[in-house]
């Protein structure tokens, strides 16, 4: 059976950590593909004034994964009119790949924040979850939310990769408001897309 892996986010921008978290979770899982899907709409951003338009992400994160024949980009978020629900998204990924087992590869902070998502147990029905953690994340919010129902039955369904990066994007986007370089947390394609285009500045 095919394993597929699927990395959600708003790439804002895209960064080295989202690459070691895919990298890991292939490794780990022995994945045939890792899906980057850029969100279109996320309901769950609260400051969405600082995310830049959807085409710019979605060169951004071709441009990184240009190099690997076993990672692609999807635009079905982008695409897809109102909320990027995560949940549809599963839907409609179990519908083209019958055959496929799916993992969607997360973040610590989104799996902290799952319960508030829409019909976030459903999610489990569709996929396995792969959760990459980062130095001095808040593990401890996580070991205690999955003792407890609604979570506690679908635990076996949630793994942990410990990771070393530890960057953030907002960060990043600092840096760059200023003119500072980014060029050791960001793929240089990256680097050199947001230079051209300007943008965060």
Not at 24 to 29: E, L, N, S, T, W
Not at 40 to 54: A, L, S, Y
Request: glycine share 6%.
């Amino acid at each position: 059976m095919k394993k597929l892996g699927v990395l959600g986010g708003t790439f804002n921008p895209l960064h080295n950590g989202h690459i070691a978290l895919a990298e890991a979770a292939q490794k780990a899982y022995q994945l045939d593909e890792v899906l980057f899907i850029p969100s279109g709409n996320p309901p769950h951003k609260k400051e969405k004034t600082d995310i830049i338009d959807k085409e710019y992400r979605y060169e951004m994160v071709k441009l990184a994964i240009a190099g690997n024949k076993t990672w692609g980009v999807s635009r079905m978020e982008m695409d897809r009119p109102g909320f990027s629900y995560a949940v549809d998204t599963f839907k409609e990924l179990k519908a083209k790949y019958k055959n496929a087992k799916l993992y969607y590869i997360m973040g610590l902070d989104s799996i902290n924040e799952i319960l508030e998502w829409r019909k976030p147990l459903e999610l489990f029905k569709y996929c396995e979850i792969i959760v990459g953690t980062r130095p001095g994340a808040r593990i401890r919010t996580f070991r205690r939310m999955v003792k407890f129902p609604p979570l506690a039955q679908e635990v076996d369904k949630i793994d942990i990769i410990e990771l070393n990066e530890n960057i953030s994007a907002s960060d990043i986007r600092e840096k760059l408001k200023k003119g500072i370089s980014v060029a050791d947390v960001v793929p240089t394609q990256v680097v050199k897309y947001i230079e051209r285009k300007k943008i965060y500045q």
